[in-house]
Protein backbone atom coordinates (compact mmCIF):
# COMPACT_ATOMS: atom_id res chain seq x y z
CA UNK A 1 0.00 0.00 0.00
CA UNK A 2 1.47 3.38 -1.19
CA UNK A 3 2.48 6.74 1.26
CA UNK A 4 0.39 8.68 -0.67
CA UNK A 5 -2.61 6.26 -0.36
CA UNK A 6 -2.25 6.00 3.13
CA UNK A 7 -1.63 9.81 4.08
CA UNK A 8 -4.99 10.63 1.66
CA UNK A 9 -6.91 7.97 3.68
CA UNK A 10 -6.45 9.39 6.69
CA UNK A 11 -6.90 12.80 5.77
CA UNK A 12 -10.09 11.54 4.04
CA UNK A 13 -11.50 9.78 6.74
CA UNK A 14 -10.45 11.95 9.96
CA UNK A 15 -7.41 9.02 10.96
CA UNK A 16 -5.30 12.49 11.72
CA UNK A 17 -4.34 13.97 15.12
CA UNK A 18 -6.89 16.63 14.47
CA UNK A 19 -10.01 15.05 13.06
CA UNK A 20 -12.05 17.41 14.51
CA UNK A 21 -10.54 20.17 11.74
CA UNK A 22 -11.47 18.18 8.63
CA UNK A 23 -14.94 17.68 9.14
CA UNK A 24 -17.52 20.71 8.18
CA UNK A 25 -20.48 20.84 10.66
CA UNK A 26 -23.84 19.78 9.14
CA UNK A 27 -26.03 21.43 12.12
CA UNK A 28 -24.37 24.93 11.14
CA UNK A 29 -24.24 24.87 7.91
CA UNK A 30 -27.93 23.77 8.03
CA UNK A 31 -29.10 27.33 8.82
CA UNK A 32 -27.65 29.53 5.90
CA UNK A 33 -28.87 26.57 2.84
CA UNK A 34 -31.24 29.31 1.43
CA UNK A 35 -30.64 30.46 -2.19
CA UNK A 36 -29.50 28.10 -4.58
CA UNK A 37 -25.99 28.88 -7.03
CA UNK A 38 -26.36 26.20 -9.50
CA UNK A 39 -29.44 24.58 -11.22
CA UNK A 40 -26.98 21.43 -11.09
CA UNK A 41 -28.07 19.30 -7.92
CA UNK A 42 -27.34 16.14 -6.26
CA UNK A 43 -23.86 13.69 -7.53
CA UNK A 44 -23.58 15.48 -10.76
CA UNK A 45 -22.92 18.76 -8.76
CA UNK A 46 -20.28 16.57 -7.24
CA UNK A 47 -18.63 15.43 -9.75
CA UNK A 48 -18.29 19.00 -11.99
CA UNK A 49 -17.49 20.77 -8.64
CA UNK A 50 -14.57 18.26 -8.58
CA UNK A 51 -13.85 17.94 -12.42
CA UNK A 52 -10.08 19.66 -13.38
CA UNK A 53 -9.25 20.29 -10.07
CA UNK A 54 -6.00 19.00 -10.02
CA UNK A 55 -4.47 15.53 -8.97
CA UNK A 56 -6.62 14.86 -5.88
CA UNK A 57 -9.67 14.75 -7.97
CA UNK A 58 -11.09 11.72 -6.71
CA UNK A 59 -10.14 12.32 -3.10
CA UNK A 60 -12.36 15.77 -3.81
CA UNK A 61 -15.21 13.67 -4.97
CA UNK A 62 -14.94 11.51 -2.19
CA UNK A 63 -15.06 14.54 0.14
CA UNK A 64 -17.99 16.07 -1.14
CA UNK A 65 -19.94 12.99 -1.51
CA UNK A 66 -19.06 12.29 2.38
CA UNK A 67 -21.76 15.78 2.63
CA UNK A 68 -25.09 15.34 4.25
CA UNK A 69 -27.74 15.20 1.40
CA UNK A 70 -29.21 18.83 1.80
CA UNK A 71 -26.20 20.12 1.30
CA UNK A 72 -25.39 18.16 -1.53
CA UNK A 73 -28.69 19.12 -3.18
CA UNK A 74 -27.78 22.67 -4.34
CA UNK A 75 -24.42 24.86 -4.86
CA UNK A 76 -25.30 27.29 -2.52
CA UNK A 77 -25.12 24.06 0.23
CA UNK A 78 -21.96 22.17 -1.43
CA UNK A 79 -20.22 25.66 -1.39
CA UNK A 80 -20.58 26.34 1.79
CA UNK A 81 -19.48 22.82 2.94
CA UNK A 82 -16.73 23.11 0.60
CA UNK A 83 -15.07 26.08 2.08
CA UNK A 84 -15.93 24.97 5.79
CA UNK A 85 -13.73 22.01 5.67
CA UNK A 86 -11.05 24.27 3.11
CA UNK A 87 -11.50 26.67 6.47
CA UNK A 88 -10.81 23.44 9.16
CA UNK A 89 -8.18 22.03 7.08
CA UNK A 90 -6.61 25.40 6.30
CA UNK A 91 -5.90 26.09 10.16
CA UNK A 92 -4.63 21.80 10.70
CA UNK A 93 -2.35 22.38 7.82
CA UNK A 94 -0.92 26.10 9.33
CA UNK A 95 -0.42 24.01 13.34
CA UNK A 96 2.00 21.24 10.81
CA UNK A 97 3.55 24.21 9.42
CA UNK A 98 4.43 25.75 12.09
CA UNK A 99 5.71 22.52 14.17
CA UNK A 100 7.42 20.96 11.27
CA UNK A 101 9.07 25.06 11.23
CA UNK A 102 10.84 23.90 14.91
CA UNK A 103 12.84 21.00 13.47
CA UNK A 104 16.01 21.62 14.65
CA UNK A 105 17.43 19.08 11.43
CA UNK A 106 16.06 21.41 8.93
CA UNK A 107 18.06 23.40 6.52
CA UNK A 108 17.81 26.73 5.44
CA UNK A 109 16.47 26.34 2.50
CA UNK A 110 13.60 24.23 3.59
CA UNK A 111 13.22 26.60 6.55
CA UNK A 112 12.62 29.25 4.43
CA UNK A 113 9.98 27.20 2.66
CA UNK A 114 7.96 27.01 5.93
CA UNK A 115 8.26 30.52 7.10
CA UNK A 116 7.03 31.71 3.35
CA UNK A 117 4.41 28.91 3.78
CA UNK A 118 3.35 30.05 7.32
CA UNK A 119 3.52 33.90 6.03
CA UNK A 120 1.29 32.68 2.96
CA UNK A 121 -1.32 31.05 5.21
CA UNK A 122 -1.92 33.76 8.46
CA UNK A 123 -4.35 35.60 5.65
CA UNK A 124 -6.08 32.37 4.42
CA UNK A 125 -8.55 31.82 7.35
CA UNK A 126 -9.80 35.49 7.18
CA UNK A 127 -9.97 35.05 2.94
CA UNK A 128 -12.36 31.66 3.24
CA UNK A 129 -14.39 33.12 5.88
CA UNK A 130 -15.08 36.31 3.89
CA UNK A 131 -15.52 33.80 0.78
CA UNK A 132 -18.21 32.07 2.83
CA UNK A 133 -19.82 35.18 3.59
CA UNK A 134 -19.88 36.45 0.06
CA UNK A 135 -21.62 33.12 -0.75
CA UNK A 136 -24.30 33.27 1.61
CA UNK A 137 -24.54 36.83 0.95
CA UNK A 138 -25.24 36.09 -2.89
CA UNK A 139 -22.62 38.33 -3.43
CA UNK A 140 -20.64 35.68 -6.45
CA UNK A 141 -18.06 38.13 -7.70
CA UNK A 142 -16.39 39.23 -3.97
CA UNK A 143 -16.41 34.96 -3.40
CA UNK A 144 -14.88 33.80 -6.62
CA UNK A 145 -12.00 37.20 -5.82
CA UNK A 146 -11.81 36.04 -2.23
CA UNK A 147 -11.34 32.18 -3.29
CA UNK A 148 -8.93 33.17 -6.12
CA UNK A 149 -6.65 35.27 -2.96
CA UNK A 150 -6.59 31.87 -1.61
CA UNK A 151 -5.45 29.71 -4.06
CA UNK A 152 -2.81 31.90 -5.35
CA UNK A 153 -1.37 31.91 -1.61
CA UNK A 154 -1.56 27.90 -1.60
CA UNK A 155 0.18 28.25 -5.26
CA UNK A 156 3.09 30.10 -3.65
CA UNK A 157 3.42 27.84 -0.57
CA UNK A 158 3.41 25.08 -3.29
CA UNK A 159 6.07 26.57 -4.96
CA UNK A 160 8.64 27.52 -2.16
CA UNK A 161 8.09 23.94 -0.84
CA UNK A 162 8.53 22.21 -4.06
CA UNK A 163 11.68 24.12 -5.06
CA UNK A 164 13.22 23.78 -1.63
CA UNK A 165 12.03 19.72 -1.44
CA UNK A 166 13.36 19.20 -4.30
CA UNK A 167 17.14 20.89 -3.97
CA UNK A 168 17.97 19.57 -0.81
CA UNK A 169 16.84 16.41 -1.56
CA UNK A 170 19.19 16.13 -4.58
CA UNK A 171 21.54 17.24 -2.57
CA UNK A 172 21.00 15.00 0.26
CA UNK A 173 20.83 17.28 2.75
CA UNK A 174 17.39 16.40 4.59
CA UNK A 175 17.05 12.55 6.20
CA UNK A 176 14.19 10.68 5.60
CA UNK A 177 12.13 11.91 8.73
CA UNK A 178 12.40 15.50 7.06
CA UNK A 179 11.59 14.78 3.78
CA UNK A 180 8.73 12.92 4.75
CA UNK A 181 7.58 16.29 6.63
CA UNK A 182 8.23 18.42 3.73
CA UNK A 183 6.14 16.25 1.20
CA UNK A 184 3.37 15.95 3.76
CA UNK A 185 2.94 19.55 4.00
CA UNK A 186 3.30 19.75 -0.11
CA UNK A 187 0.87 17.12 -0.25
CA UNK A 188 -1.49 18.68 2.17
CA UNK A 189 -1.21 21.86 0.33
CA UNK A 190 -1.73 20.72 -3.04
CA UNK A 191 -5.22 19.33 -1.29
CA UNK A 192 -6.27 22.28 0.36
CA UNK A 193 -6.09 23.79 -3.72
CA UNK A 194 -7.73 21.16 -5.18
CA UNK A 195 -10.51 21.79 -2.89
CA UNK A 196 -10.79 25.09 -3.33
CA UNK A 197 -10.79 25.02 -6.67
CA UNK A 198 -13.40 22.96 -6.33
CA UNK A 199 -15.45 25.61 -4.58
CA UNK A 200 -14.81 28.41 -6.74
CA UNK A 201 -16.05 26.08 -9.57
CA UNK A 202 -18.93 25.66 -7.95
CA UNK A 203 -19.61 29.33 -7.17
CA UNK A 204 -18.59 30.41 -11.05
CA UNK A 205 -21.54 27.68 -11.93
CA UNK A 206 -24.01 30.35 -10.85
Known sequence: MSYKFLFLFALLFGLSHCPALITADPHVSRL????????????????NACRGVGDYESECIL??????????????????????????????????IKKTGTNPDLYPLLQSAISDCLVQYNPLDDLVE????AVLANAYSD???????????????DSELKTSYLEEKAEGKQGEEVQFAARDLKENNMFLKNMLSAALNIVKAN
Not at 130 to 133: D, F, G, L
Not at 143 to 157: D, G, R
Open 143 to 157: AIQFIEAAISNTEEC
Open 63 to 96: KLQSAPPHQKADGNGLAFFTLRFVEDHAANLSDA
Open 32 to 47: HLTHKISKVSGEPLVQ
Open 130 to 133: NAIN
